[in-house]
Protein backbone atom coordinates (compact mmCIF):
# COMPACT_ATOMS: atom_id res chain seq x y z
CA UNK A 1 0.00 0.00 0.00
CA UNK A 2 1.46 3.18 -1.06
CA UNK A 3 -1.63 5.64 -2.39
CA UNK A 4 -5.14 5.81 -0.17
CA UNK A 5 -7.86 7.55 -1.69
CA UNK A 6 -10.26 8.70 1.82
CA UNK A 7 -13.79 8.24 0.16
CA UNK A 8 -15.25 11.14 2.73
CA UNK A 9 -14.59 14.54 3.92
CA UNK A 10 -14.68 16.68 6.73
CA UNK A 11 -12.96 16.24 9.98
CA UNK A 12 -12.70 12.45 9.45
CA UNK A 13 -10.70 12.45 5.91
CA UNK A 14 -8.27 14.96 7.37
CA UNK A 15 -7.78 12.29 10.52
CA UNK A 16 -7.57 10.14 8.41
CA UNK A 17 -5.24 12.00 5.97
CA UNK A 18 -3.10 12.77 9.17
CA UNK A 19 -2.09 8.84 9.93
CA UNK A 20 -1.38 8.33 6.41
CA UNK A 21 1.37 11.09 6.18
CA UNK A 22 2.53 10.00 9.30
CA UNK A 23 3.02 6.32 8.08
CA UNK A 24 4.54 7.63 4.70
CA UNK A 25 1.64 6.75 2.80
CA UNK A 26 0.47 9.16 0.27
CA UNK A 27 -2.91 10.41 -0.31
CA UNK A 28 -5.67 11.50 -2.05
CA UNK A 29 -8.90 13.26 -1.09
CA UNK A 30 -11.64 13.69 -3.07
CA UNK A 31 -14.40 16.79 -2.23
CA UNK A 32 -17.91 17.69 -4.40
CA UNK A 33 -17.67 21.51 -5.24
CA UNK A 34 -19.05 22.63 -2.22
CA UNK A 35 -16.29 21.15 -0.15
CA UNK A 36 -13.52 22.32 -2.52
CA UNK A 37 -12.19 25.01 0.36
CA UNK A 38 -12.26 22.33 3.33
CA UNK A 39 -9.02 21.56 4.90
CA UNK A 40 -8.74 17.87 3.95
CA UNK A 41 -8.78 18.96 0.50
CA UNK A 42 -6.05 21.42 0.91
CA UNK A 43 -3.78 18.71 3.10
CA UNK A 44 -4.13 16.15 0.87
CA UNK A 45 -0.70 14.69 -1.36
CA UNK A 46 -3.79 15.23 -4.38
CA UNK A 47 -7.21 16.37 -4.90
CA UNK A 48 -10.13 15.28 -7.01
CA UNK A 49 -13.78 17.24 -7.67
CA UNK A 50 -16.27 14.60 -7.72
CA UNK A 51 -19.82 16.07 -8.34
CA UNK A 52 -21.70 18.59 -6.95
CA UNK A 53 -22.65 19.37 -3.81
CA UNK A 54 -25.67 16.48 -3.46
CA UNK A 55 -24.10 13.43 -1.83
CA UNK A 56 -26.07 10.92 -4.12
CA UNK A 57 -23.85 13.13 -7.23
CA UNK A 58 -20.56 12.73 -5.57
CA UNK A 59 -19.84 11.20 -1.63
CA UNK A 60 -22.24 8.26 -2.84
CA UNK A 61 -21.19 7.78 -6.59
CA UNK A 62 -18.91 4.16 -6.45
CA UNK A 63 -17.91 4.74 -9.95
CA UNK A 64 -16.67 8.49 -9.38
CA UNK A 65 -14.60 7.36 -6.41
CA UNK A 66 -13.04 4.50 -8.51
CA UNK A 67 -12.50 6.78 -11.51
CA UNK A 68 -10.64 9.57 -8.84
CA UNK A 69 -8.60 6.12 -7.24
CA UNK A 70 -7.46 5.08 -10.78
CA UNK A 71 -6.67 8.60 -12.35
CA UNK A 72 -4.62 9.14 -9.36
CA UNK A 73 -2.84 5.62 -9.27
CA UNK A 74 -4.38 4.94 -5.46
CA UNK A 75 -4.24 1.41 -4.50
CA UNK A 76 -6.62 1.43 -1.54
CA UNK A 77 -9.57 3.27 -0.36
CA UNK A 78 -10.34 4.26 3.15
CA UNK A 79 -14.42 4.84 3.71
CA UNK A 80 -14.22 6.88 6.84
CA UNK A 81 -17.87 6.42 8.91
CA UNK A 82 -21.36 7.58 7.57
CA UNK A 83 -21.18 7.48 3.45
CA UNK A 84 -20.14 3.93 1.46
CA UNK A 85 -18.59 2.97 4.82
CA UNK A 86 -20.60 -0.05 5.09
CA UNK A 87 -21.79 -0.71 2.23
CA UNK A 88 -20.97 -4.17 0.75
CA UNK A 89 -21.30 -3.21 -2.46
CA UNK A 90 -18.90 -0.37 -2.86
CA UNK A 91 -16.30 -2.90 -0.88
CA UNK A 92 -17.04 -5.38 -3.08
CA UNK A 93 -16.31 -2.97 -6.41
CA UNK A 94 -13.07 -1.80 -4.51
CA UNK A 95 -11.72 -5.58 -4.60
CA UNK A 96 -12.75 -5.80 -8.48
CA UNK A 97 -10.81 -2.92 -9.42
CA UNK A 98 -7.48 -4.24 -7.02
CA UNK A 99 -8.39 -1.31 -4.60
CA UNK A 100 -7.87 -2.70 -1.00
CA UNK A 101 -10.65 -1.57 0.93
CA UNK A 102 -9.72 -0.51 4.07
CA UNK A 103 -12.55 -2.42 6.03
CA UNK A 104 -14.62 -5.60 6.39
CA UNK A 105 -15.31 -8.15 3.78
CA UNK A 106 -17.91 -7.36 1.38
CA UNK A 107 -19.62 -10.75 2.95
CA UNK A 108 -19.15 -9.55 6.55
CA UNK A 109 -20.35 -5.90 6.03
CA UNK A 110 -23.60 -7.22 4.55
CA UNK A 111 -23.72 -10.08 7.46
CA UNK A 112 -23.55 -7.32 10.17
CA UNK A 113 -25.94 -4.55 8.37
CA UNK A 114 -28.50 -7.29 8.69
CA UNK A 115 -29.46 -6.75 11.90
CA UNK A 116 -31.64 -10.10 12.41
CA UNK A 117 -29.01 -12.42 10.51
CA UNK A 118 -26.40 -10.07 12.94
CA UNK A 119 -28.20 -11.09 16.01
CA UNK A 120 -28.43 -15.03 15.14
CA UNK A 121 -25.27 -15.27 14.14
CA UNK A 122 -23.74 -13.35 17.32
CA UNK A 123 -26.64 -16.02 19.59
CA UNK A 124 -24.41 -18.78 18.08
CA UNK A 125 -20.89 -17.47 18.99
CA UNK A 126 -22.39 -16.87 22.75
CA UNK A 127 -22.70 -13.62 22.61
CA UNK A 128 -25.88 -12.54 24.80
CA UNK A 129 -28.53 -11.24 22.75
CA UNK A 130 -31.91 -9.24 23.90
CA UNK A 131 -34.69 -12.13 24.05
CA UNK A 132 -36.73 -11.47 20.44
CA UNK A 133 -37.80 -13.19 17.52
CA UNK A 134 -35.79 -15.68 15.58
CA UNK A 135 -35.42 -13.02 12.21
CA UNK A 136 -37.61 -11.82 10.48
CA UNK A 137 -40.94 -11.12 11.66
CA UNK A 138 -43.15 -12.64 8.53
CA UNK A 139 -46.45 -11.12 9.49
CA UNK A 140 -48.04 -8.91 11.64
CA UNK A 141 -49.94 -11.48 13.63
CA UNK A 142 -46.84 -13.14 14.16
CA UNK A 143 -45.04 -10.03 15.47
CA UNK A 144 -48.24 -9.59 17.58
CA UNK A 145 -47.34 -13.36 18.90
CA UNK A 146 -43.84 -12.55 19.62
CA UNK A 147 -44.37 -9.64 21.68
CA UNK A 148 -47.07 -11.25 24.00
CA UNK A 149 -44.79 -14.09 24.53
CA UNK A 150 -41.89 -12.10 25.53
CA UNK A 151 -43.94 -9.26 26.74
CA UNK A 152 -44.45 -5.85 26.65
CA UNK A 153 -42.92 -2.85 26.21
CA UNK A 154 -41.14 -4.21 23.03
CA UNK A 155 -38.85 -2.30 20.19
CA UNK A 156 -40.20 -3.05 16.28
CA UNK A 157 -36.74 -2.86 14.48
CA UNK A 158 -36.28 -2.33 10.58
CA UNK A 159 -33.69 -5.01 10.03
CA UNK A 160 -31.66 -3.44 7.85
CA UNK A 161 -31.55 -0.23 10.04
CA UNK A 162 -29.29 2.25 11.77
CA UNK A 163 -29.54 5.98 13.41
CA UNK A 164 -32.59 5.32 15.02
CA UNK A 165 -34.77 5.12 11.68
CA UNK A 166 -37.35 2.17 10.96
CA UNK A 167 -37.48 1.80 14.87
CA UNK A 168 -40.50 2.32 17.38
CA UNK A 169 -41.43 1.30 20.95
CA UNK A 170 -44.64 -0.78 21.63
CA UNK A 171 -45.91 0.01 25.26
CA UNK A 172 -49.32 -1.75 25.09
CA UNK A 173 -50.92 -4.72 23.06
CA UNK A 174 -53.45 -2.15 21.38
CA UNK A 175 -50.54 0.00 19.50
CA UNK A 176 -48.75 -2.78 18.01
CA UNK A 177 -50.55 -2.72 14.68
CA UNK A 178 -50.04 0.84 14.25
CA UNK A 179 -46.38 1.52 15.45
CA UNK A 180 -45.70 -1.71 13.35
CA UNK A 181 -46.77 -0.38 10.03
CA UNK A 182 -45.22 2.82 10.96
CA UNK A 183 -41.52 1.12 11.12
CA UNK A 184 -42.24 -1.04 8.02
CA UNK A 185 -43.05 1.99 6.16
CA UNK A 186 -40.09 4.15 7.23
CA UNK A 187 -37.75 1.48 6.76
CA UNK A 188 -38.96 0.70 3.27
CA UNK A 189 -38.76 4.44 2.61
CA UNK A 190 -35.01 4.99 4.50
CA UNK A 191 -33.14 1.56 3.21
CA UNK A 192 -35.93 0.07 0.37
CA UNK A 193 -36.16 -3.19 2.52
CA UNK A 194 -39.26 -3.22 4.87
CA UNK A 195 -38.34 -6.33 6.82
CA UNK A 196 -38.39 -6.26 10.44
CA UNK A 197 -37.84 -8.16 13.74
CA UNK A 198 -39.33 -7.84 17.09
CA UNK A 199 -36.63 -7.27 20.69
CA UNK A 200 -37.90 -7.33 24.38
CA UNK A 201 -37.24 -3.91 25.30
CA UNK A 202 -34.74 -2.89 28.04
CA UNK A 203 -36.11 -0.88 30.76
CA UNK A 204 -33.22 2.30 31.79
CA UNK A 205 -30.80 1.04 29.26
CA UNK A 206 -27.15 2.27 29.18
CA UNK A 207 -25.50 2.09 25.16
CA UNK A 208 -21.97 0.88 25.41
CA UNK A 209 -20.19 0.00 23.12
CA UNK A 210 -16.77 -2.00 22.71
CA UNK A 211 -13.80 -0.99 20.10
CA UNK A 212 -12.48 -3.86 18.00
CA UNK A 213 -9.69 -4.38 15.66
CA UNK A 214 -9.54 -8.47 14.01
CA UNK A 215 -7.21 -9.58 10.96
CA UNK A 216 -9.42 -11.40 9.05
CA UNK A 217 -8.06 -14.47 10.15
CA UNK A 218 -9.99 -15.18 13.66
CA UNK A 219 -7.39 -13.07 15.90
CA UNK A 220 -8.95 -9.94 17.23
CA UNK A 221 -8.53 -7.76 20.33
CA UNK A 222 -10.48 -5.47 21.89
CA UNK A 223 -9.30 -1.59 23.27
CA UNK A 224 -11.94 -1.51 26.27
CA UNK A 225 -15.54 0.31 26.16
CA UNK A 226 -17.22 3.41 25.45
CA UNK A 227 -20.28 4.92 27.08
CA UNK A 228 -23.19 6.07 24.38
CA UNK A 229 -26.09 6.60 26.27
CA UNK A 230 -26.05 10.74 25.76
CA UNK A 231 -28.03 10.38 22.67
CA UNK A 232 -31.11 12.41 21.22
CA UNK A 233 -33.52 10.70 18.72
CA UNK A 234 -30.72 7.93 18.56
CA UNK A 235 -27.91 10.06 17.53
CA UNK A 236 -25.17 10.23 20.00
CA UNK A 237 -24.14 13.67 21.22
CA UNK A 238 -21.77 12.68 23.66
CA UNK A 239 -18.86 9.84 24.71
CA UNK A 240 -16.82 9.01 26.62
CA UNK A 241 -14.14 6.02 27.81
CA UNK A 242 -14.26 4.33 29.96
CA UNK A 243 -17.86 4.17 31.23
CA UNK A 244 -18.44 5.21 34.60
CA UNK A 245 -21.02 2.03 34.93
CA UNK A 246 -18.01 -0.40 34.62
CA UNK A 247 -16.25 -2.40 36.27
CA UNK A 248 -13.39 -4.65 35.59
CA UNK A 249 -15.27 -8.08 35.71
CA UNK A 250 -17.56 -6.45 33.31
CA UNK A 251 -14.96 -4.97 31.00
CA UNK A 252 -13.74 -8.46 30.92
CA UNK A 253 -17.23 -10.39 30.45
CA UNK A 254 -18.48 -7.55 27.78
CA UNK A 255 -14.80 -7.93 26.14
CA UNK A 256 -14.43 -11.18 26.07
CA UNK A 257 -17.84 -11.95 24.45
CA UNK A 258 -17.30 -8.68 21.72
CA UNK A 259 -13.95 -11.07 20.57
CA UNK A 260 -15.69 -14.12 20.73
CA UNK A 261 -18.15 -12.54 18.03
CA UNK A 262 -16.06 -11.09 15.88
CA UNK A 263 -13.82 -14.12 15.95
CA UNK A 264 -16.85 -16.10 14.93
CA UNK A 265 -17.24 -14.17 11.67
CA UNK A 266 -13.37 -13.76 11.14
CA UNK A 267 -13.95 -10.06 11.56
CA UNK A 268 -11.17 -7.97 9.49
CA UNK A 269 -10.38 -4.30 10.33
CA UNK A 270 -11.75 -1.35 13.17
CA UNK A 271 -15.32 -2.35 14.42
CA UNK A 272 -17.76 -1.62 17.35
CA UNK A 273 -19.80 -4.19 18.84
CA UNK A 274 -22.74 -2.94 20.69
CA UNK A 275 -24.39 -3.51 23.59
CA UNK A 276 -27.37 -2.13 26.10
CA UNK A 277 -26.67 -2.54 29.75
CA UNK A 278 -29.60 -3.24 32.47
CA UNK A 279 -29.61 -1.66 35.92
CA UNK A 280 -28.04 -5.01 36.58
CA UNK A 281 -25.27 -4.93 34.26
CA UNK A 282 -26.80 -7.57 32.28
CA UNK A 283 -25.38 -6.52 28.73
CA UNK A 284 -27.22 -7.89 25.46
CA UNK A 285 -26.07 -7.61 21.45
CA UNK A 286 -27.38 -4.78 20.06
CA UNK A 287 -25.93 -3.95 16.47
CA UNK A 288 -22.65 -4.39 15.09
CA UNK A 289 -20.73 -1.23 13.39
CA UNK A 290 -18.74 -2.23 10.30
CA UNK A 291 -16.40 0.86 10.68
CA UNK A 292 -14.26 3.22 12.35
CA UNK A 293 -16.75 5.31 14.30
CA UNK A 294 -16.91 9.03 15.41
CA UNK A 295 -16.21 9.09 18.79
CA UNK A 296 -12.79 6.48 18.51
CA UNK A 297 -10.56 9.50 19.41
CA UNK A 298 -11.62 9.34 23.38
CA UNK A 299 -10.60 4.88 23.11
CA UNK A 300 -6.96 6.42 21.32
CA UNK A 301 -6.90 9.15 24.58
CA UNK A 302 -7.21 6.35 27.16
CA UNK A 303 -5.09 3.45 25.00
CA UNK A 304 -2.72 5.48 23.45
CA UNK A 305 -3.33 3.49 20.39
CA UNK A 306 -3.77 5.16 16.83
CA UNK A 307 -6.88 3.49 15.65
CA UNK A 308 -6.80 4.51 11.96
CA UNK A 309 -3.09 3.44 12.28
CA UNK A 310 -4.21 -0.01 13.47
CA UNK A 311 -6.97 -0.56 10.72
CA UNK A 312 -4.56 0.28 8.06
CA UNK A 313 -1.86 -1.97 9.43
CA UNK A 314 -4.43 -4.91 8.83
CA UNK A 315 -5.90 -4.07 5.49
CA UNK A 316 -1.47 -4.02 5.01
CA UNK A 317 -1.83 -7.62 6.00
CA UNK A 318 -0.48 -7.64 9.38
CA UNK A 319 -1.90 -9.90 11.99
CA UNK A 320 -3.35 -8.88 15.29
CA UNK A 321 -1.30 -9.82 18.43
CA UNK A 322 -4.16 -9.76 21.14
CA UNK A 323 -2.70 -7.90 24.84
CA UNK A 324 -4.24 -6.41 27.27
CA UNK A 325 -4.18 -2.87 27.37
CA UNK A 326 -4.39 -0.71 30.46
CA UNK A 327 -6.96 2.08 30.40
CA UNK A 328 -5.24 5.42 31.38
CA UNK A 329 -7.33 7.95 32.67
CA UNK A 330 -10.63 9.16 31.78
CA UNK A 331 -11.51 10.56 28.05
CA UNK A 332 -14.30 12.55 26.88
CA UNK A 333 -15.68 14.23 23.43
CA UNK A 334 -18.41 16.49 23.12
CA UNK A 335 -19.79 16.82 19.43
CA UNK A 336 -19.98 20.28 18.02
CA UNK A 337 -22.67 20.56 15.53
CA UNK A 338 -23.38 23.90 13.91
CA UNK A 339 -27.36 23.73 15.50
CA UNK A 340 -29.15 25.35 17.20
CA UNK A 341 -29.77 23.41 20.64
CA UNK A 342 -32.97 26.48 21.73
CA UNK A 343 -34.89 25.55 18.32
CA UNK A 344 -34.77 21.59 18.59
CA UNK A 345 -31.06 21.06 17.38
CA UNK A 346 -32.09 22.26 14.03
CA UNK A 347 -29.13 22.74 11.49
CA UNK A 348 -27.81 26.09 10.76
CA UNK A 349 -25.38 26.37 8.46
CA UNK A 350 -23.89 29.47 7.48
CA UNK A 351 -20.12 31.06 7.48
CA UNK A 352 -17.94 30.97 10.22
CA UNK A 353 -17.06 34.68 11.12
CA UNK A 354 -15.10 33.97 14.41
CA UNK A 355 -13.20 30.27 15.26
CA UNK A 356 -10.91 29.78 18.50
CA UNK A 357 -10.64 25.96 19.30
CA UNK A 358 -9.19 25.39 22.70
CA UNK A 359 -5.73 24.01 23.84
CA UNK A 360 -3.33 23.46 26.34
CA UNK A 361 -2.77 19.90 28.54
CA UNK A 362 -4.80 17.35 27.73
CA UNK A 363 -7.41 18.96 24.54
CA UNK A 364 -7.95 18.14 21.57
CA UNK A 365 -10.00 19.19 18.74
CA UNK A 366 -10.75 17.40 15.19
CA UNK A 367 -12.05 19.60 12.57
CA UNK A 368 -12.16 20.35 9.27
CA UNK A 369 -13.45 24.16 10.36
CA UNK A 370 -12.00 27.81 10.50
CA UNK A 371 -12.40 31.17 10.20
CA UNK A 372 -14.36 31.76 6.92
CA UNK A 373 -15.08 28.34 6.25
CA UNK A 374 -18.74 28.23 4.95
CA UNK A 375 -20.90 25.33 6.37
CA UNK A 376 -23.08 23.49 3.34
CA UNK A 377 -26.37 22.44 4.41
CA UNK A 378 -26.05 19.30 2.32
CA UNK A 379 -24.32 17.01 5.26
CA UNK A 380 -24.12 15.95 8.45
CA UNK A 381 -23.98 19.44 10.86
CA UNK A 382 -21.39 18.32 12.85
CA UNK A 383 -18.10 20.79 12.55
CA UNK A 384 -15.83 19.06 15.54
CA UNK A 385 -14.80 17.49 18.03
CA UNK A 386 -13.82 18.48 21.49
CA UNK A 387 -11.44 15.75 23.34
CA UNK A 388 -10.68 16.04 26.58
CA UNK A 389 -8.13 13.70 28.95
CA UNK A 390 -7.80 13.69 32.48
CA UNK A 391 -6.50 11.15 34.81
CA UNK A 392 -10.19 10.92 36.58
CA UNK A 393 -13.71 11.35 35.18
CA UNK A 394 -13.84 14.41 37.54
CA UNK A 395 -10.55 15.83 36.34
CA UNK A 396 -11.82 15.34 33.07
CA UNK A 397 -15.37 17.21 33.44
CA UNK A 398 -13.38 20.22 34.15
CA UNK A 399 -10.80 19.98 31.84
CA UNK A 400 -14.07 20.23 29.28
CA UNK A 401 -15.87 22.97 31.22
CA UNK A 402 -12.83 25.23 30.35
CA UNK A 403 -12.34 23.68 27.25
CA UNK A 404 -15.54 24.68 26.26
CA UNK A 405 -15.59 28.07 27.91
CA UNK A 406 -12.54 28.49 25.50
CA UNK A 407 -14.25 27.45 21.86
CA UNK A 408 -15.19 30.38 20.03
CA UNK A 409 -17.74 29.52 17.11
CA UNK A 410 -18.91 32.79 15.44
CA UNK A 411 -21.45 33.10 12.66
CA UNK A 412 -23.52 29.86 12.94
CA UNK A 413 -25.76 28.35 15.81
CA UNK A 414 -23.67 25.32 17.41
CA UNK A 415 -24.12 23.08 20.25
CA UNK A 416 -21.52 24.63 23.06
CA UNK A 417 -24.11 26.15 24.85
CA UNK A 418 -25.78 22.84 25.36
CA UNK A 419 -22.49 21.11 25.91
CA UNK A 420 -21.82 23.54 28.79
CA UNK A 421 -25.14 22.99 30.52
CA UNK A 422 -24.47 19.47 30.07
CA UNK A 423 -21.37 19.88 32.49
CA UNK A 424 -23.22 21.34 35.05
CA UNK A 425 -25.83 18.42 35.17
CA UNK A 426 -25.84 16.83 38.63
CA UNK A 427 -26.85 13.32 36.93
CA UNK A 428 -24.46 13.60 34.28
CA UNK A 429 -21.77 14.50 36.89
CA UNK A 430 -22.39 11.51 38.58
CA UNK A 431 -22.55 9.19 36.66
CA UNK A 432 -26.28 7.92 36.88
CA UNK A 433 -27.71 8.24 33.55
CA UNK A 434 -29.50 5.95 30.62
CA UNK A 435 -30.14 6.33 27.25
CA UNK A 436 -33.27 8.58 28.31
CA UNK A 437 -31.26 11.18 29.95
CA UNK A 438 -32.36 13.58 27.12
CA UNK A 439 -36.26 13.19 27.39
CA UNK A 440 -35.93 14.82 30.89
CA UNK A 441 -32.95 16.94 30.16
CA UNK A 442 -34.14 20.99 29.91
CA UNK A 443 -32.09 23.07 27.44
CA UNK A 444 -32.13 26.58 28.77
CA UNK A 445 -30.90 29.54 25.98
CA UNK A 446 -27.98 31.40 27.38
CA UNK A 447 -29.13 35.16 28.28
Given at each position: ??????????????R????????????????????????????????V???????????????????????????????????????????????????????????????????????????????????????????????????????????????????G?????????????????????????????????????????????????G???G???H??????????R??????????????????H?????????????????????????????????????T?????????????????????????????????????????????????????????????????H??????????????????????????????????D????????????????????????????????????????????????????????
Amino acid sequence: MKKVLIANRGEIALRIIRTCHEMGLRTVAVYSTADADSLHVRFADEAVCIGPPASGESYLRPDRLIAAAEVTGADAVHPGYGFLSENAEFSQICSDHDLTFIGPSPETIRLMGEKSRAKETMAEAGVPVVPGSDGIVASMDEGKRIADEIGYPVMVKASAGGGGRGMRLVHKAEDFEQLYEGARSEADAAFGNPAIYIEKCVVQPRHIEIQLVGDGQGNVMHYGERECSIQRRHQKLLEEAPSPVMDEDLRHRMGEAAIRGASSINYEGAGTIEFLVDAEKNFYFMEMNTRIQVEHPVTEEVTGCDLIEHQIRVAMGETVTRTELPINGHSIECRINAEDPARKFSPSPGTITAFHQPGGLGVRVDTHAYTGYRIPPNYDSMIAKLIVHGDTRERAIRRMKRALDEFVIEGVKTTIPFHQQLMENADFQAGTFDTQFMESFTYTPPE
